[in-house]
């Protein structure tokens, strides 16, 4: 090899090993995507700073009481922390509240897989709930699996719709 090409070597490997060793910079995160599934924020609780029973059908996150899940998937979409926060909010503020949490699952897979997916799913929701500091007493997780679909169609729109946790009240 003559000197200038093994000068044109050295050059490009130096550049290579920096490139390698610079300093990891963090992206920001990107904004959310609007799916349309919370697009309203929270309103907070009534004058007094506590929710009430009547919150439940007033207050703009309290209304939201079903989360949605990807396939196979049994952690919390970003886009849902809000609602766990308000939801967790009223259980602090209301201890003789209870929720039942109804976790589901899409028809695709086995039905013992199924039912514990939506255990699993509920038990996030739960975990979520207890995070913002809601009481684990006031929360109960019941899986029905892919025995109680909102949809019946066999496309992902459809499915999509089943995936989720449903947040009910049983006691105000």
């Not at 990891?24 to 990107?30: C, F, G, I």
């Not at 509920?122 to 109960?140: E, K």
Request: aromatic share 6%; glycine share 8%; with cysteine.
């Amino acid at each position: 090899m003559n000197k200038s090409t093994r000068v044109l070597l050295v050059s490009l490997l130096s550049v290579a090993v920096l490139a390698g060793c610079s300093k990891k910079v963090k992206e920001a995160p990107e904004a959310p995507v609007d799916t349309g599934t919370s697009t309203t924020q929270p309103t907070g609780p009534s004058t007094s700073g506590l929710y009430g029973p009547g919150d439940l059908d007033t207050d703009s996150c309290l209304r939201q009481r079903v989360v949605y899940f990807d396939l196979d998937q049994d952690s919390l979409k970003p886009e849902f922390q809000a609602i766990m926060a308000c939801h967790a909010k009223y259980l602090r503020d209301r201890p003789s509240s209870r929720i039942t949490l109804q976790g589901h699952a899409d028809e695709r897979g086995s039905r013992a897989y199924n039912q514990a997916l939506g255990e699993r799913r509920g038990n996030g929701v739960s975990s979520a709930l207890q995070a913002n500091g809601g009481s684990a007493s006031q929360l109960t997780v019941v899986s029905y699996g892919e025995e109680r679909p909102v949809c019946t169609e066999t496309n992902e729109s459809c499915w999509s719709q089943n995936r989720r946790v449903e947040i009910v009240y049983t006691a105000q």
